[in-house]
């Protein structure tokens, strides 16, 4: 059923219709209102069979859904950012145990400097835990995810995160196809577990893994994920079959078969590049993009395919390599090797800084005459920087950097975008 | 596609205008995006949002830059924030106050701009007549309708009462009728 | 609570009792317990928490009717019961974290209660570590939502699995290798520490109590008495670690009874936030008798006694003893 709705309220009602049976719920902006939302719907009644807890942390909400998941019930949580750290080691846990938990990030900066709006550095930090990691493009694609993520994680038993951004894509009203409760059914059938704990057949899970194992457990998830790449398209068209829509997969590509110029992104950003694609073509640029939908798995085999033939490629990425320059960068490079092409890596919009049509097409030109550099920060302010680093070459006690740059930037409440 | 930008403070119901807008273009059968820009999250700090209505599947993720239309709850901003960067000559203003553009210290601004695409709007009074609170988005939306006649009145007054439960729902359509109301006889008497 | 015939626990070996009926003998005496902590484990020699985990699960499994499900802290007793490939645990069991223990409890009650099964019960349990210390979030979270978990504090008094550190359990003057027996006030210092019983008592929970692994009978009872109950339950268990403590292994009974009369570690019982009943001291001993068999207090005593911290050790007793009225 067609709806107008905000983003993250989409997401709380597909998950609902995936039948969680446990919910943890913490607070943190950006992603805030879909745990309400879920909880309201518990509370109201029309969330039936499910255990909504409010946890006391992050490092809880990870901790309870590790537990229920285990105990065998289809559990979910959410956070961003901050709490994305606070739960990690349970993060590493969860993944490391075999738990097909479901969890939404909103994406969103971690600190310090403390800040609330979007990049992708949180999903981003915990990228190795061994999850699956998907990104939306769009808020139905975010809905659409999370229907995929459970059947995708209690098939492989991995747990799954849908990244999202946050506040552009969790508090934007967009809109969007709600699917309705036999669809979801018939596409995500009841949880069986492959291990878990039950007094009539006890196991022990957990248990300390020495030298002579370790290795070969840390392999076979490394397999699973392997395994995801097959399996992450396949339930794209399954999906594509029971809900008459695209969603998900590995990558998509737009206007890229012939393009000479191919921008990589993740999430919501593709929107707006496929927009400059759209008016870059009209004046006759060969250009075209790759939005990854599944970061992990990394899809390097469909990723190499849909870049081989261009002559550069421009990853925009919402995150940073601090010391390095780019993150999926890094991933684009492996799945050129021996392919040669020019690759830029361009880090935009951390912190939630605007992306707009100009900067991209401005960025896009200067990369169809390859003068750019190999890593560039999009709309830096090179006089706040050269003037901030002459301040600390001046004197000691500088106090603290980022107070001093909000300083010279002035209000940003009397500013647009 | 149409872009709009409404500006106010924290508490004046900034987001939610935006959300209803977008809500009403989708009752019409088009597709609309709102979706906010805030500071730290509190009463009084200035707040935008944002609504794109389009007829296909609204994909730029931006903020809006180049307004077709400019909604503004409170004008204490006008002279704080850089309320009309990107508005073109022959964009829309819409200013909650009870004054005119000149008292308002914008006539410069608006002299030599064809006089029927800005308007100002009783807002807050209406929204404290009809509601019993100063927030004054319904009301706008009215007025939006009626100046910009990009959204019908009909589609306003269903989005308010989807958002509002029933008895506050009411109130706000009764605001938004009357600012709807004003906002016509303010053109035709332009137009006139 | 036994009122008819009086036991005196001598030592390790009177759990049998003849003389008693069947529903009043221990279930150690019991032929078919379930042994839910399985020998074959790779505990120390003399490990109180080893004795105190099979004491207090095989007691819930039989109030439970075997429907018990473990949750298990990061620490010595996870570490010697799952040395993989094997397992000493019976019963289903899960390791998750070191300071998540009383969360993971938590989740796998709600699936319970959601996949219905109401007669399966959970218990968290972990050192004085993963509770006092890295688990205390978790853990008064879980007090606070009332969830149905029985968490088990095996208290040992120290951060014993990764090499005998000082953790917020470890009493004062106690030497371990972050409070080392050097300088002026050697060992642990004066006016540190906390008080976890106590501190679930003020969350109000339906159930707390400390137990010690020198009353089994008194054990048994309080497990079995909080599994009567729904809703969040603590038990605190006094478990010697006769490595960390320098004590000697065959002692670990007789050092855990000393405690218990000496008035250092008072035994009793809480419901809703107020103390319902305590066991009394028998007979009552200088701390000295206590401190002067681990190791751990050697610094006190020697050519030059300590007397003044000796003293404020039997303070902290006599306080106890007020506090508590274990003298009646």
Not at chain 2, 8 to 34: D, I, K, N, P, T
Not at chain 3, 281 to 301: D, M, W
Request: proline share 4%; net charge negative; with cysteine.
């Amino acid at each position: 059923m067609l709806k107008q709705t905000e983003g993250s309220h989409a997401v709380a009602e597909a998950v609902a219709l995936c039948r969680p049976q446990v919910i943890c719920a913490y607070p943190i902006t950006p992603q805030t209102h879909i745990v309400e939302g879920l909880g309201e719907m518990v509370k109201a009644g029309e969330l039936v069979n499910c255990e909504y807890i409010n946890v006391e942390s992050e490092f809880a909400a990870m901790s309870v859904a590790i537990g229920a998941s285990a105990a065998g019930a289809r559990t979910y949580t959410a956070t961003s950012s901050q709490g994305l750290l606070f739960m990690a080691e349970a993060v590493y846990n969860a993944a490391g145990l075999g738990l097909p938990i479901v969890m939404t990030i909103g994406n969103r900066a971690i600190g310090a400097p403390i800040n609330i709006w979007n990049d992708h550095s949180d999903s981003m930090s915990m990228r190795d835990a061994g999850w699956i990691q998907l990104y939306a493009e769009t808020n139905q694609e975010a809905l659409d995810l999370h229907i995929q993520a459970f059947r995708l994680a209690e098939e492989l038993v991995c747990p799954v995160m849908v990244c999202m951004d946050g506040f552009i894509l969790t508090h934007a009203y967009e809109r969007v196809d709600m699917p309705t409760q036999r669809q979801v059914d018939a596409f995500l059938p009841p949880y069986v577990p492959r291990q878990v704990l039950d007094p009539s057949d006890p196991v022990s899970i957990g248990a300390l893994v020495g030298p002579e194992a370790f290795t070969e457990v840390r392999y076979l998830s490394h397999h699973k994920q392997l395994r995801a790449l097959g399996l992450i398209p396949e339930l794209a068209a399954e999906f594509k079959k029971t809900f008459g829509r695209e969603s998900g997969g590995l990558i998509r590509t737009y206007r890229s078969e012939d393009a000479e110029t191919i921008v990589v992104a993740l999430g919501s950003l593709n929107g707006t590049v496929q927009e400059v694609v759209d008016a870059m073509r009209e004046s006759g640029s060969r250009i075209g993009s790759v939005s990854i939908c599944s970061f992990r798995p990394f899809p390097l085999a469909v990723l190499r395919e849909a870049l081989r033939s261009a002559k550069r490629v421009v990853v925009l990425e919402k995150c940073l390599a601090v010391g390095l320059g780019g993150i999926v960068s890094d991933g684009v490079r492996k799945s050129l090797s021996g392919i040669q092409l020019n690759g830029y890596t361009v880090i935009a919009g951390l912190g939630g800084r605007a992306i707009t049509r100009a900067s991209l097409t401005r960025l896009f030109e200067d990369a169809e005459r390859d003068e750019l550099e190999q890593v560039t920060f999009l709309d830096l302010n090179a006089d706040v920087v050269s003037h901030e680093l002459e301040r600390e070459s001046r004197t000691r006690r500088t106090g603290p950097t980022a107070e001093a740059i909000l300083r010279r930037i002035g209000t940003v409440a009397s500013q647009i975008g | 596609m149409f872009q709009i930008r409404i500006h106010g403070r924290g508490g004046q119901g900034v987001v939610s205008g935006a959300e209803m807008l977008s809500v009403a273009a989708f009752l019409e059968g088009r597709y609309a995006q709102a979706f906010p820009s805030f500071g730290s999250e509190r009463m009084g700090a200035p707040v935008m949002a944002f609504c794109r209505i389009d007829d296909k599947e609204i994909r730029l993720r931006e903020p809006v830059l180049d307004p077709d239309a400019l909604i503004v709850q409170d004008q204490t901003l006008l002279h704080q924030v850089d309320l009309f960067s990107g508005l073109p000559a022959r964009g829309y203003i819409l200013i909650n106050s009870t004054q005119s553009f000149d008292e308002l210290g914008l006539g410069g601004f608006v002299r030599g701009v064809q006089q029927y695409r800005l308007s100002t709007l009783p807002a807050t009074e209406l929204a404290l007549k009809h509601v019993g609170r100063a927030v004054p988005n319904a009301a706008l939306l009215g007025g939006f309708a009626a100046t910009t006649g990009v959204i019908g009145l009909a589609s306003v007054l269903a989005a308010i009462r989807e958002k509002f439960p029933a008895a506050i729902a009411e109130k706000n359509v009764a605001a938004a009728r009357e600012a709807f109301d004003i906002a016509t006889h303010a053109r035709e008497a332009i137009d006139a | 609570m036994d009122t008819q015939i009086k036991f005196y626990q001598t030592g390790t070996f009177t759990v049998g009792n003849r003389l008693l009926t069947e529903e009043q003998r221990t279930v150690q005496a019991d032929m078919h317990r379930t042994n839910s902590l399985n020998s074959g484990h790779r505990a120390c020699q003399g490990c109180g928490e080893a004795l105190g985990a099979r004491y207090a699960i095989d007691a819930a499994m039989r109030a439970t009717g075997n429907q018990l499900i473990a949750v298990n802290a990061t620490g010595c007793l996870e570490v010697f019961s799952t040395p993989y490939p094997e397992t000493s645990w019976q019963i289903p069991w899960i390791h998750s974290l070191f300071g998540n223990a009383a969360a993971v409890a938590t989740g796998v009650a709600a699936a319970q209660r959601v996949l219905g099964r109401t007669d399966v019960r959970v218990i968290a349990q972990g050192g004085d570590g993963g509770t006092t210390d890295i688990g205390f979030g978790c853990l008064s979270g879980m007090f606070e939502r009332n969830d149905d978990v029985l968490y088990i504090c095996y208290d040992n008094e120290a951060y014993m699995n990764t090499g005998v550190q000082r953790s917020s359990a470890t009493p004062p003057t106690a030497r371990t290798a972050t409070t080392p027996a050097v300088g002026t006030a050697p060992g642990n210092v004066f006016g540190t520490g906390k008080n976890v019983p106590l501190i679930a008592m003020a969350h109000r929970i339906p159930y707390v109590a400390t137990a010690s692994v020198a009353n089994l009978r008194d054990l048994e009872q309080k497990v079995t008495h909080a599994m009567e109950i729904h809703g969040a339950r603590y038990i605190h268990i006094f478990v010697p670690c006769p490595l960390g403590w320098g004590s000697a292994p065959e002692d670990t009974i007789l050092i855990a009874r000393l405690a218990i009369e000496c008035g250092l570690f008072p035994l009793f019982e809480a419901h809703d936030g107020k103390v319902t009943s305590r066991t009394p001291i028998r007979r009552q001993v200088p701390v000295t008798e206590y401190l002067n068999k681990q190791k751990r207090f050697a610094h006190l005593f020697g050519k030059t006694p300590d007397t003044a911290r000796i003293d404020q050790m039997q303070r902290m007793a006599d306080q106890n003893i007020a506090d508590f009225g274990l003298l009646q």
